[in-house]
Nanobody
């Protein structure tokens, strides 16, 4: 599966942004989908994950209550709604697909496919 992330940009603190990740192929609904982020000089970290059918989600503590992950399997797309953005949310955001096993995957090494990343910059 190929993933294409989009929707990044420059926003001010407190504003919102929605990222999208479009997937190719007809088996999108068989993948758990995650969002990760990587700030300059830091390791890639988990942000959110959603189960195959979209009924279950999990979040990193740093984004819980502000970010919402969702998916539309008919459109082969996963979203990350980001509200109340903070300067520390500045990072390149990546979407990823996990083919098998438990959908609750918090390590980047559990994912099989990655998008190219989209930059989110939050100014103070």
């Amino acid at each position: 599966v190929q993933l294409q992330a989009s929707g990044g940009g420059l926003v001010q603190a407190g504003e919102s942004l929605r990222l999208s990740c479009a997937a190719s192929g007809r088996t999108f609904s068989s993948y758990a989908m995650g969002w990760f982020r990587q700030a300059p000089g830091k390791e890639r970290e988990f942000a959110a994950v959603i189960s195959w059918g979209g009924t279950s989600t999990a979040y990193a503590d740093s984004v819980k209550g502000r970010f919402t992950i969702s998916r539309d399997n008919a459109k082969n797309t996963v979203y990350l709604q980001m509200n109340s953005l903070k300067p520390e949310d500045t990072a390149v955001y990546y979407c990823a697909a996990k083919a098998k096993g438990d959908w609750r995957a918090y390590s980047q090494y559990e994912y099989n496919y990655w998008g190219q990343g989209t930059l989110v910059t939050v100014s103070s």
